[in-house]
């Protein structure tokens, strides 16, 4: 592992360095991390629950029924009894929503101050991480309602981008194209899958670097946004972040799935009732969230650096001195 004191330092990182630097990190705060996310995880995963509630009963006892007859076809689902799930979840879910668009911003900025003061050498406290974060309220919110007005804009031109495609299939198939084709197209539909998840990956990046920006950079909600996305796709940082896009993304799936299998094992082994099953399920889930979180915002904390260094020529003591309170961080000529 690397050492906490050759961490401040202006020499650019490899993914794996990161990546490394990313768990040195996270696992001596762990503790920290952890606590400033399940303050408004907690909540959120309550409330959440209490909403689905009646839909989680109405596809378990669907499971159950399924179970005891694995030779029969599974009984026709009572429309009335989902349509009153639904409508009484509306509520709690409106509560849910608005706690992940104006709370959850506060919680992951204060997870990448946590991650910045211990990368920097400095103390991480639970009240200096959301005293850093509440410092910047304002800037918080208008960049969470950018990407939220980002995020649908990007929503509709996948849309419209799938009506397209299905469009293009429907007239291949009416045209008969030769098998050959075919073949060609899925060879080609099976890398365009994986770039786009990996993409997508970036897209988480350019989002939190974006807070990133906000919380440790204090630039404004605009500069933020749009830098986020150039440190991403810009200035020969793309293979760069594609690569550490494709390490997140593993690590992301290798934790659901060791959450998942330990989540079944627990099912079987405790022999979980239909009523019981659902609440266990929500707590490990933010159990889970709130472990994966930190460590994922740890490697992008670590890519925040080294893009600035990389492309700025940050002098980490800057920032060093913006954290214990002193002057705000500048970008200093390369050598």
Not at 63 to 82: H, I, T, V
Not at 164 to 170: D, E, K, Q, T
Not at 298 to 323: K, S, T
Request: net charge neutral; hydrophobic share 60%; with cysteine.
């Amino acid at each position: 592992m690397i050492s906490e004191e050759a961490a401040v330092t202006l020499r650019p990182m490899s993914v794996g360095e990161m990546i490394d630097r990313a768990f040195t990190v996270y696992l001596k705060n762990a503790i920290v991390l952890t606590a400033a996310l399940i303050v408004v995880l907690g909540p959120m995963l309550a409330l959440s629950y209490l909403s689905e509630r009646g839909i989680l009963g109405f596809d378990m006892s669907m499971f159950a029924a399924a179970m005891k007859n694995p030779g029969s076809p599974p009984p026709p689902p009572d429309m009335n009894q989902m349509a009153s799930a639904y409508m009484s979840a509306l509520p709690l879910m409106g509560l849910t929503l608005l706690l992940t668009i104006f709370a959850l911003p506060f919680a992951n900025s204060a997870i990448i101050a946590g991650i910045s003061r211990s990368y920097l050498g400095q103390p991480v406290r639970f009240a200096d991480c959301y005293r850093d974060a509440f410092a910047r309220w304002g800037q918080i919110l208008i960049l969470a309602v950018l990407w939220i007005v980002a995020l649908i804009g990007a929503y509709i031109a996948f849309v419209i981008f799938m009506f397209v495609i299905v469009i293009v299939m429907g007239a291949a198939i009416a045209t008969k194209l030769p098998s050959a084709l075919g073949v060609v197209a899925a060879l080609f539909a099976i890398p365009a899958f994986i770039w786009l998840l990996f993409s997508a990956c970036q897209v988480y990046l350019a989002w939190a670097l974006s807070f990133a920006a906000v919380t440790i950079e204090r630039t404004d909600p605009v500069s933020a946004f749009g830098s986020s996305f150039s440190r991403v796709f810009g200035g020969g940082a793309y293979w760069r972040s594609f690569g550490l896009s494709a390490a997140v993304f593993g690590i992301a799936i290798g934790l659901e799935l060791i959450a998942g299998g330990l989540f079944a094992a627990i099912f079987f082994l405790l022999k979980l009732s239909v009523e019981s099953a659902p609440i266990v399920l929500y707590g490990w889930s933010g159990l889970v969230g709130a472990v994966s979180t930190p460590l994922l915002f740890a490697v992008v904390a670590m890519y925040y650096y080294d893009a600035r260094i990389r492309r700025e020529g940050f002098d980490l003591e800057h920032l060093a001195r913006q954290l214990s309170g002193g002057e705000p961080a500048l970008p200093t000529t390369p050598a």
